[in-house]
């Protein structure tokens, strides 16, 4: 399960994007934007994708905007939630393997004209699993800790 939005910079991207992920037979919801409003907000859109990440066990997400950081940003700050802002499948991979990323970040204005990039992105993020090597298990439970207001010093 696959949840899908973009900002108005990353309006065309997302479209590509899902398109894609239909052809892989994912199983894909489209949370926006569904039209290009540059004055729309890309917090609203990560806020839509991370709730239904958190809500559904093994979904994750995609956001996609102009430069990939704000969506990212947005997304961290909830607990439970590890967003990668991502330009290549070898970070793609690491994110997954090393941090269980739930949360593809695509940055729209350098990916968008580079196909088999964005589509290598992803194909990384969907087929990587996380390792589940202790040291990663304890890391992202630290970070959850962060993100619920519990740090341990």
Request: hydrophobic share 35%.
């Given at each position: 399960m696959i949840f899908v939005a973009a900002d108005h910079n990353g309006f065309r991207l997302r479209e590509k994007v899902l398109l894609y992920l239909l052809r892989r037979g994912e199983e894909v919801y489209d949370l926006g934007a569904h039209e290009l409003d540059a004055n729309d907000d890309f917090n609203i859109y990560a806020a839509d994708v991370v709730r239904q990440v958190k809500k559904n066990k093994n979904a994750v997400g995609i956001l996609v905007c102009g430069?990939?950081?704000g969506m990212c940003m947005m997304a961290n700050r909830y607990a439970g939630i590890r967003a990668?802002?991502?330009?290549?499948?070898i970070e793609a991979e690491i994110a997954?393997?090393?941090n269980d990323a739930n949360v593809l970040c695509l940055p729209a204005r350098i990916l968008e004209d580079d196909e088999v990039e964005w589509k290598a992105i992803i194909d990384k993020f969907l087929d990587t699993p996380f390792a589940k090597a202790a040291r990663y298990v304890r890391r992202n439970n630290a970070l959850d800790k962060v993100g619920e207001g519990k740090v341990k010093k």
């Open positions: 430069g990939g950081q990668a802002l991502i330009w290549d499948d997954r393997n090393d």
